[in-house]
């Protein structure tokens, strides 16, 4: 007899980097979105706002800012949706308090930041990769956080769902860095059925409401998260609290507080740190990179590889916590490693603390709103 | 125990360590018993209700009550209330702020609320100062008065709460004092059982960092002042007038039945969904 397979339902797209956002985040699970128009990450919240009020019990409400599209993402992530809101630059400047707030509570959420050139007004349309070190230090405090990244079009609707299980697993913020170029390329992508996508959820308490502490430690340092309204009546503060979520100041509790917070990270950093790997295992020169550049350093690689250089190309997926294991293997087997980012070297900055001046290592930065061609990355390589 | 003693102990959470942060003479503990009678009146469950706190004196009030407590980011509150009231409309979400709060790093926030009309209730505990940072001048402060920022007398006009939330669109809006306890009882009711924005501007006084720079002698006599110098909106002759003695009018200003954004928002979705089958 033959095994009835279920058809999958997989859908082609021809979308751009931000509608591919769009089509992760429903894939994810997302129900809410709360945002305010910022170019060049607008796409996304349009998209949102055509199919969420389509789906059942979807919300979307555009907000009077970007402060406000943080708030409400927050109540939103508290009441027990999974929630999410994007911008570009300036909003994410104005998102940043909230963003440590979020930290704080630890309510999962993703926030989507399609980098354009800066400071301040900069250059609205055109792509840069200059929020890189305020995604990972933006808000104040010391905090841990996680930072995605994506190159191409499929893999902004793969990370998107990425960082959403990230977010919910770990109860965290996860910022998702896009820049111009990957957000408003347009290519052919396959959206997985919902079956083929494994899609994590926060985990709810299952003791009576008396004897829960919502923010108890637990062997994976994330303690469970109860819903506003199902019954467990907590306190949710961004005052540091005991295991209660009553604010304190008692030092032994605010440590064992903020031990936690970093722990529950720490200690996944195998399973949060993604990078891709291509021809790297004889690699003498290695090219690091992520977003959109790192396409130009794919051909660039393949054209060095031609003309006879051992060139390799690491795709940095996760931005932080900083893949340091996968980094620091290359220093120690290339001679030479470059960094091509379209800023003044914020990542460049990360991969030579991990070098520890072990090899050389060569930036190439663009500032000026033009994308890193292959031809410049080529001749950094040969 | 008195009966109200009592149903106050009922609603406060007695895991926490006491005491709380307010100071002897200040009007927010009543405004807190007031918003736990009317909830106790109107029968809610306390897992029905969420009670949103800004920072300041007035932020502190939520980590007391035995409600789903948020106590949210300076000015901000209203926006996490917005998200939990759109995540789920079946709550019932109290919002609790300052004049500092509310009006000064939050007035973007306040004017929008009232403009989209969301289902939630605006406490707005006017103390007409910064108490918990030590007395500065807010956007509430009396023209003239006395604060740390302003030891010479304040420049500025003060912001008329009331005035601003109508003209912003707030659907319900109310003006109380800590003086007029019972009075307040029946403002909060009527703003958390009414559909859409609701705003209650509640004058509560603060003796250790207003009243002590502004001439008055102790809290009692805030209180007096509360009493001599609020007229009931009621029996004005004109009330869309302010008295000329100035006296500021307490009561309900505006009260129109409009359904909540939440309620717009869920009945669009029910009829787009209907026509997508």
New interface residues.
């Given amino acids: 007899m033959a095994v009835q397979r279920k058809k999958r339902k997989r859908r082609e797209l021809f979308a751009l980097g931000n509608e591919a956002v769009a089509e992760g985040a429903l894939l994810a699970g997302c129900s809410?979105y709360?945002g305010y128009p910022i170019t060049p990450s607008t796409e996304i919240m349009e998209v949102m706002a055509n199919r969420l009020?389509?789906i059942?019990d979807?919300?979307f409400?555009q907000?009077?800012?970007e402060?406000?599209?943080?708030?409400?993402?927050?109540?939103?992530?508290?009441?027990?949706?999974k929630?999410m809101t994007a911008t570009s630059g300036p909003g994410f400047a104005l998102m940043q308090?909230?963003i440590g707030?979020a930290c704080m509570v630890e309510a999962p959420l993703v926030v989507v930041n399609v980098m354009r050139g800066g400071p301040s007004t900069g250059l609205p349309t055109s792509p840069a990769q200059a929020d890189v070190q305020m995604a990972r230090w933006g808000t104040h405090g010391d905090h841990p956080i996680i930072v995605l990244s994506a190159s191409d079009v499929q893999e902004c609707l793969e990370m998107t769902v990425t960082a959403f299980n990230f977010a919910e697993k770990y109860r965290t913020p996860v910022i998702l860095l896009l820049d111009e170029v990957t957000a408003h390329t347009r290519e052919k992508i396959t959206v997985p059925d919902p079956d083929e996508v494994e899609i994590l959820s926060r985990v709810t308490p299952t003791v009576p409401p008396e004897w829960f502490k919502p923010y108890a430690d637990t062997a994976r340092g994330v303690p469970a998260m109860a819903?506003?309204?199902?019954?467990y009546?907590?306190?949710?503060?961004?005052?540091t609290h005991d295991v209660?979520g009553?604010?304190t100041q008692r030092p032994d509790e605010v440590k064992d507080a903020m031990l936690r917070l970093f722990r529950k990270i720490d200690q996944y950093y195998g399973d949060i740190q993604m990078s891709d790997e291509y021809m790297l295992d004889d690699a003498e020169v290695a090219v690091v990179a992520y977003g959109s550049v790192a396409r130009s350093a794919h051909l660039a690689v393949e054209q060095a590889r031609e003309r006879g250089a051992k060139a390799g190309l690491l795709t940095l997926k996760t931005l932080f916590p900083f893949p340091r294991p996968a980094v620091e293997k290359l220093t120690h087997r290339c001679h030479t490693v470059v960094v091509p980012e379209m800023n003044m070297g914020q990542m460049s900055r990360e991969v030579k603390r991990v070098n520890n001046g072990r090899t050389k290592v060569r930036t190439i930065n663009r500032v000026d709103g033009q994308i890193i061609t292959p031809s410049e990355i080529l001749k950094a390589i040969l | 125990m008195a009966d109200v003693t009592q149903l106050i102990h009922d609603y406060l959470?007695h895991?926490?360590?006491f005491p709380h942060v307010f100071c002897a003479g200040c009007g927010h503990g009543i405004v807190l018993g007031s918003l736990i009678r009317s909830v106790h009146a109107l029968g809610l469950p306390?897992?029905?209700v969420?009670l949103?706190a800004g920072i300041g004196c007035s932020g502190r009030m939520?980590?007391y009550v035995?409600?789903?407590?948020?106590?949210?980011?300076h000015g901000?509150a209203?926006?996490?209330?917005?998200?939990?009231?759109?995540?789920?409309p079946?709550?019932k979400v109290i919002c609790v702020m300052g004049d500092g709060d509310a009006m000064s790093i939050g007035g973007?926030?306040l004017i929008?609320a009232a403009r989209r009309n969301i289902g939630v209730t605006a406490l707005i505990l006017n103390n007409q100062i910064y108490g918990m940072t030590g007395g500065q001048c807010s956007s509430a402060t009396p023209q003239g008065d006395i604060s740390m920022t302003t030891p010479f007398g304040s420049l500025e006009k003060a912001f008329d709460i009331v005035d601003m939330c109508k003209a912003a669109g707030a659907s319900y809006v109310a003006r109380g004092t800590s003086f007029h306890a019972i009075q307040l009882d029946r403002l909060i009711s009527s703003a958390i059982m009414h559909p859409g924005f609701s705003v209650v501007e509640v004058f509560s006084p603060c003796p250790t960092q207003y009243g002590r720079k502004n001439k008055f002698r102790n809290a009692v006599d805030m209180y007096k002042w509360l009493k001599s110098n609020t007229v009931k909106v009621e029996t004005l002759k004109d009330p869309t007038q302010k008295p000329d003695d100035g006296r500021i009018p307490i009561g309900v200003f505006r009260d129109v039945e409009e359904p909540g954004l939440e309620e717009r928002?869920f009945e669009?979705?029910r009829k787009?969904?209907g026509q997508?089958r």
């Fill in positions: 809410f709360a009020p389509l059942e979807g919300v409400i907000m009077e800012d402060i406000a599209s943080m708030g409400a993402t927050i109540g939103a992530s508290l009441a027990g949706r929630a308090e909230h707030y819903p506003i309204g199902s019954g009546r907590t306190h949710v503060t961004g005052l209660m009553y604010p | 959470r895991n926490k360590k306390k897992d029905d969420v949103v939520a980590v035995d409600f789903n407590t948020v106590h949210t980011t901000r209203l926006t996490f209330a917005t998200g939990i009231k759109m995540a789920n079946r709550l973007n926030h929008h928002y669009l979705q787009l969904m997508n």
